[in-house]
């Protein structure tokens, strides 16, 4: 969660409006969509079925791009932002759609990916940037997100749920199946993490080696960099993982293929001096904060500490957790309940129960004034109400419990959401949870730094392993350091090599 917390009501608010704008149109006009939905392939030639016209998926893209902005936040490093928009307009110029208006932008987060919105909206996380060892890395990538659009493939796969934009808006806050909530709510609009199937993957794959040959990139760099991705996820599990490698071909087969295609679209272009630029990229990325940034929140020893906002909370023991601008999320593995911790609207303590009640569809069982270590709180149990219960088409009833808790300024709410059935085996761990919410106050936590990328030169031929030894990387994180460098801890490292450490300036 970050700081100012007011965008977090204004994306939430805005993704609701969205949704049933669309669940609206998709009702009402879904006769005429299916008369008119087929559309030439701009790289392909042949029809395709689509129920969304250019002029609408532009307009898609132009209402997604604030809130996407708004969920993440932008990387705050001007020359980054700068490298990726002269990149990508270069690369856009050479593509199959160049008649359209495309943006690029770096968001703050540490997980690794890259996505496409439809209308030509492109985002890179500051994670997939640090973990890029050089340009043609990054140009292959941005290539195959260029690809997605040039294709289309976010307005197909964005068709496909048209028919179901009704069921999403409900979905958004209070899903019947509590994991799913958990999906849908951190990705507001279904457009963020669209999935594409293999044909899709593998056509982008060819169009990110074409479209960075014909910038002057060495797209065998692209073919590499899918294999440092496979590493890092099989070294630590994170999930998400990147959007085009979530329905990827075998990771050795896309190697190869990749690496095949570079050779011959290069021979095809006759690029006899393809450009890697190592050292250029390393150096841009010196200083990139690497991993959760603190001042946005973080999680240690099961207590969630927000040092800008200067508040703590307790998060049950074996339960995962999701922290992003617009809430905080936890939940246990079987996925039948969660919490979140939002920003609420209102003047009060009891104008802000009203207005969460209105925009969930709640209705209020039980309220009660509360004190929480000190601050004012109103306690409130509340139910799913009969009209959503019979949309959800015969699903179990939910029950919520929320704490709303005013401090600093703001009010908090902490939401609790399972089904009723269950709400009793869960109530008391909601209770817990949310009265352990209070002031921080611990200057260690407060203060907390981030770690950044720290590029290094070795001054001596050694392997990684001896290289990042002698820079102070503890045993414990040789192979995370080595995954980051796209090397092996046994490679042979040259003197006036430049490699990857962390540090905390």
């Known amino acids: 969660m970050r700081c100012p917390l007011y965008l977090a009501v204004q994306l939430q608010n805005i993704t609701l409006k969205t949704m049933k704008k669309y669940s609206i149109y998709s009702f009402f006009t879904l006769t005429f969509l299916i008369a008119s939905s087929c559309s030439t392939n701009p790289v392909t030639?042949?029809?395709?079925?689509?129920f969304i016209s250019e002029n609408q998926e532009i307009a898609m893209g132009q209402e997604a791009d604030p809130q996407i902005v708004a969920q993440f936040g932008l990387y705050e490093d001007p020359q980054l932002q700068r490298f990726i928009n002269d990149k990508g307009q270069k690369m856009a110029a050479v593509s199959h759609r160049n008649n359209i208006k495309y943006e690029f932008k770096i968001v703050d987060s540490p997980v690794l990916n890259a996505f496409a919105v439809p209308g030509g909206y492109v985002y890179f996380t500051r994670g997939i940037m640090a973990h890029f060892n050089n340009e043609a890395q990054f140009a292959g990538v941005l290539g195959h997100e260029i690809g997605h659009i040039a294709a289309r493939h976010t307005v197909q796969q964005q068709s496909k749920a048209t028919l179901a934009q009704g069921g999403l808006l409900?979905?958004?806050?209070?899903?019947?199946?509590?994991?799913?909530?958990?999906?849908?709510?951190?990705?507001?609009l279904g457009l963020l993490f669209l999935k594409f199937g293999r044909d899709a993957e593998r056509e982008s794959d060819k169009l990110g080696v074409e479209y960075s040959t014909k910038i002057g990139y060495d797209a065998k760099e692209m073919a590499d960099f899918f294999l440092t991705l496979q590493r890092q996820s099989e070294d630590t599990g994170a999930e998400p993982i990147p959007s085009f490698l979530s329905t990827?071909?075998?990771?050795?087969?896309?190697?190869?293929?990749?690496?095949?295609?570079?050779?011959?679209?290069?021979?095809?272009?006759?690029?006899?001096?393809?450009?890697i630029n190592r050292?250029?990229?390393?150096?841009?990325?010196?200083?990139?904060?690497?991993?959760?940034?603190?001042?946005q929140g973080f999680v240690e020893n099961s207590t969630f500490y927000h040092p800008e906002l200067k508040?703590?909370?307790a998060i049950p023991s074996g339960w995962g957790h999701q922290n992003s601008p617009q809430q905080v999320q936890m939940g246990p593995k079987d996925g039948r309940a969660m919490m979140a911790l939002t920003l609420a609207p209102g003047a009060n303590l009891e104008e802000a129960a009203q207005q969460l009640l209105k925009q969930y569809g709640l209705q209020a069982v039980e309220a009660k004034q509360v004190t929480v270590n000190g601050l004012p709180a109103l306690a409130m149990v509340a139910d799913q109400q009969p009209q959503q219960q019979q949309q959800q088409q015969q699903q179990p009833p939910l029950r919520t419990l929320t704490y709303l808790i005013q401090y600093g300024g703001n009010i908090y709410s902490l939401m609790g959401i399972t089904t009723a059935?269950?709400?009793?085996?869960?109530?008391?761990?909601?209770?817990?949870?949310?009265?352990?919410?209070k002031q921080l106050t611990?200057?260690?936590?407060?203060?907390?730094?981030?770690?950044?990328?720290?590029?290094v030169t070795i001054n001596k031929?050694?392997?990684?392993?001896?290289?990042?030894?002698?820079?102070?990387?503890?045993?414990?994180?040789?192979?995370?350091?080595?995954?980051?460098?796209?090397?092996?801890?046994?490679?042979?490292?040259?003197?006036?090599?430049?490699?990857k450490v962390i540090g905390k300036k």
């Open 45 to 50: 030639g042949k029809k395709d079925v689509a």
């Open 170 to 188: 409900l979905g958004m806050i209070l899903s019947p199946t509590i994991a799913q909530y958990g999906e849908t709510a951190m990705q507001g």
């Open 248 to 275: 990827h071909p075998n990771p050795g087969d896309r190697y190869q293929t990749v690496t095949q295609l570079a050779v011959e679209e290069q021979k095809k272009q006759n690029l006899t001096n393809a450009q």
């Open 279 to 295: 050292n250029n990229y390393l150096k841009m990325i010196d200083g990139l904060i690497y991993g959760e940034d603190p001042k």
């Open 311 to 313: 508040f703590q909370f």
């Open 421 to 437: 059935n269950d709400f009793n085996n869960y109530f008391q761990l909601f209770s817990n949870t949310m009265q352990s919410f």
């Open 442 to 455: 611990d200057p260690d936590k407060i203060n907390r730094q981030p770690e950044r990328i720290k590029i």
């Open 461 to 499: 031929s050694t392997t990684l392993a001896n290289a990042l030894s002698s820079n102070n990387v503890p045993s414990n994180r040789m192979n995370e350091l080595a995954i980051l460098n796209g090397m092996e801890l046994n490679d042979q490292v040259q003197s006036g090599t430049m490699i």
